[in-house]
């Protein structure tokens, strides 16, 4: 399962690539107004960090203007990847580019039968928020399963990115489920390296060379 990192922050980004762990970077408008810079610059400047798919998204809500903003966040990098909305004008421009052979990312999926037409449209991938609906109560992991199953069935091309991803569970079910990328916050990232036993373990390995009066090199 291939790993996003969700943030606009440069200095959240560049130890996880140090790590091997970034796949790609997806971004939105909350995210650009958290970092205060100007998107065209971060975007630019996380398209050069990283090899794989950015995610810029568009402003606008209507098809004409959603195509005239695509023209400038696709002319950022070879590696910026289009992200609109789950509404017909979004996935009318999805399928514009699409059919250019652009990446697009289809964003704020909260249903299953909202992933089917967003792979019908040429989605490069489709994004549902797994974290907001356990907000209202809901399974947001059942939704992934039942986008598998469907995507499966029907052999699309469309890669399930998993969002809104809050902890280590969603995670680590989005891998056993066989979604194809999640997008992660960097503090989640840094949360999948913690286990008690690791540290515990890690301690006692440490005290035990102490004792030994030995060293590796000089």
């Known amino acids: 399962m291939k790993f996003f990192i969700d943030t606009a922050e440069i200095d959240e ?16 408008p909350s995210l650009i107004l958290k970092s205060g810079r100007d998107i065209f610059e971060v975007t630019k400047e996380i398209c050069d960090l990283v090899d794989g798919p950015v995610s810029a998204e568009v402003a606008a809500t209507d098809h004409a203007t959603m195509v005239k903003e695509a023209a400038a966040l ?16 979004g996935l009318k421009t999805c399928k514009h ?12 999926c909260f249903s299953a039968t909202q992933a089917l037409l967003a792979a019908k449209a040429g989605a490069s991938f489709i994004s549902p928020f797994v974290g907001r609906h356990d907000d209202i109560g809901h399974d947001g992991m059942a939704l992934i399963q039942d986008i598998r199953v469907i995507y499966d069935n029907y052999d699309f091309n469309t890669e399930i990115l998993v969002a809104s991803t809050r902890h280590n569970m969603h995670i680590l079910d989005s891998a056993l489920i066989g979604a194809d990328v999640a997008t992660i916050p960097p503090k989640v990232v840094h949360q999948l390296f913690k286990h008690p036993l690791t540290d515990s373990g890690l301690a006692a390995f440490v005290a035990d060379w102490a004792k030994t009066g030995q060293t590796i090199t000089d």
């Open 13 to 28: 980004i560049r130890p996880l690539v140090e790590l091997g762990l970034v796949d790609g970077v997806t971004t939105n």
């Open 74 to 89: 696709y002319d950022i990098a070879d590696n910026v990847c289009l992200k609109v909305p789950l509404t017909q004008d």
């Open 97 to 108: 580019f699409a059919d250019q052979g652009k990446m697009v990312n289809v964003t704020l």
